[in-house]
């Protein structure tokens, strides 16, 4: 079955110092892999994804993901985290043969501090 | 190029009553999907369609209606309240795989639902 799995419900981390995001799925075939954030009383925004090529994918307000396939992980990182980057941030997985339907994790709220 | 829209943004139902939620989508996108977020959960599909005049079922669909007769617009019918129904709802589009290099979901604003 497919499946994501955001092990830790949230992350705190000091403004200024990297910040990590884990992610890991369970899916058949070649996986479609998305980052989401989500502000307070908002919708969904598209950060990353990786469909194909290069495993470290480049997303948008600085952020990045590494795709590892041997450990089935898309972890999203950044290098020097912002107060405004706290936020709640959802990994998802589009499954190759049913393309049709995303799963989502349970998302991770990440708190940055001053 | 307004995206994807939901309305209303807000409504309080009583136990019972039974409302639509719209969403409407500009991108001429194939797929449409209906979600529901609750606290700690964090997305659950309800329904989806794949194109107009088509509709599926997602993981919670119990207590939910849909209908694609436009593609377009996704509509989600709540035919008799319940107060497990309180949560957001958010709406997402997603255009066809090969399409265009585009993969991802794009997400309406949410629809706040409250029943007592």
């Known amino acids: 079955a497919q499946s994501v799995a955001q092990p830790e419900d949230q992350v705190n981390v000091a403004e200024g110092n990297p910040l990590t995001v884990k992610c890991t799925y369970s899916?058949?075939?070649?996986?479609?892999l998305f980052w989401y954030v989500q502000y307070p009383n908002r919708g969904l925004q598209f950060l990353l994804k990786y469909i194909t090529g290069d495993n470290l994918v480049k997303g948008s307000y600085g952020f990045e993901a590494e795709f590892n396939k041997s450990q089935t992980s898309f972890h999203l990182k950044k290098p020097s985290a912002l107060v405004s980057d706290s936020a709640l941030y959802f990994c998802?997985?589009?499954?190759?043969?049913?393309?049709?339907?995303?799963?989502f994790g349970s998302g991770t709220k990440l708190n940055v501090k001053p | 190029n307004a995206g994807v829209t939901q309305t209303p943004k807000f409504r309080v139902l009583k136990t019972g009553q039974s409302m639509t939620l719209l969403c409407a989508q500009d991108m001429n996108h194939e797929y449409m999907y209906w979600y529901r977020q609750d606290p700690g959960m964090g997305l659950r599909l309800i329904h989806y369609s794949v194109g107009e005049g088509t509709t599926a079922k997602g993981e919670v669909p119990d207590g939910y209606n849909v209908s694609r007769l436009k593609k377009q617009n996704f509509l989600l019918g709540l035919e008799s309240a319940a107060p497990s129904q309180t949560s957001v709802y958010f709406c997402?589009?997603?255009?066809?795989?090969?399409?265009?290099?585009?993969?991802?979901?794009?997400f309406g604003p949410g629809t706040r639902l409250t029943v007592t």
């Open positions: 899916v058949s075939g070649n996986p479609y």
């Open positions: 997402a589009s997603s255009p066809v795989h090969g399409g265009s290099d585009s993969y991802e979901q794009y």
């Open positions: 998802a997985v589009r499954e190759f043969r049913l393309l049709n339907k995303f799963y």
